[in-house]
Antibody
Framework: QVQLVQSGAEVKRPGDSVRISCKTS????????IHWVRQAPGQRPEWMGW????????EYSQKFQGRVTITTDTSASTAYMELRSLRTEETAVYYC????????????????WGQGTLVTVSS | DFVMTQSPDSLAVSLGERATINCKSS????????????LAWYQQKPGQPPKLLIY???TREYGVPDRFSGSGSGTDFTLTISSLQAEDVAVYSC?????????FGQGTRLEIK
């Protein structure tokens, strides 16, 4: 079955960068989009951006433009999300999620999701 | 950005009874060229990622029990659980994927009465 497995929890200082990996299996990696979504405690999920794993085209939320980079390693069926200049209020669980099955654009639902990576930003 | 607003924020329903959750979008998520509503529903339990229930506003994902159904069009949508089971206790959220940034509702917490 389709699985997305993320890297482990991170503790960062304000101003640091974090890079999270998302290893996929169970489908053809290059035929789907990978989205990144974060969820702060008690808050609604917040979409950060996507990557087309076939052509590496990305689209980012304007909120994160300039601070986020999403990449892939096709040989490892793995996606990465790097967020720079972290702030304390960005403590959250960060998720990767595949775009909808058989969908050919980033305008789709998310399924399945990775297990989440807790990023704690604290001085 | 599209603002998604759910109602109610929390809901307590007796086992076996119907639960209804509403989601309103600040702009229409109906794409005229394909007549599809770009809206999904998710279930999230504590410590777990969201789980897809419904997409295209009314298409049930494989393996999702048929007591879950979605309806609505344009700006107003509803998730209905026809007969509440104990395992349905969770937070339910809608999400629009018509436009970026894709946005979510604030969530509705469903409990057993």
């Amino acid at each position: 079955q389709v699985q997305l497995v993320q890297s482990g929890a991170e503790v960062k200082r304000p101003g640091d960068s974090v890079r999270i990996s998302c290893k996929t299996s169970g489908y053809t990696f290059s035929r789907a989009f990978i989205h990144w979504v974060r969820q702060a405690p008690g808050q609604r999920p917040e979409w950060m951006g996507w990557i087309n794993a076939g052509n590496h085209h990305t689209e980012y939320s304007q909120k994160f433009q300039g601070r986020v980079t999403i990449t892939t390693d096709t040989s490892a069926s793995t996606a990465y999300m790097e967020l720079r200049s972290l702030r304390t209020e960005e403590t959250a669980v960060y998720y990767c999620a595949r775009g909808g099955r058989n969908e050919t654009s980033g305008y789709s639902w998310f399924d399945p999701w990775g297990q989440g990576t807790l990023v704690t930003v604290s001085s | 950005d599209f603002v998604m607003t759910q109602s109610p924020d929390s809901l307590a329903v007796s086992l076996g009874e119907r639960a209804t959750i509403n989601c309103k979008s600040s702009q229409s998520v109906l794409y005229d060229s394909n007549n599809k509503n770009y809206l999904a529903w998710y279930q999230q339990k504590p410590g777990q990622p969201p789980k897809l229930l419904i997409y295209w506003a009314s298409t049930r994902e494989y393996g999702v029990p048929d007591r879950f159904s979605g309806s609505g069009s344009g700006t107003d949508f509803t998730l209905t659980i026809s007969s509440l089971q104990a395992e349905d206790v969770a937070v339910y959220s809608c999400q629009q994927y018509y436009s970026t940034p894709h946005t979510f509702g604030q969530g509705t917490r469903l409990e057993i009465k």
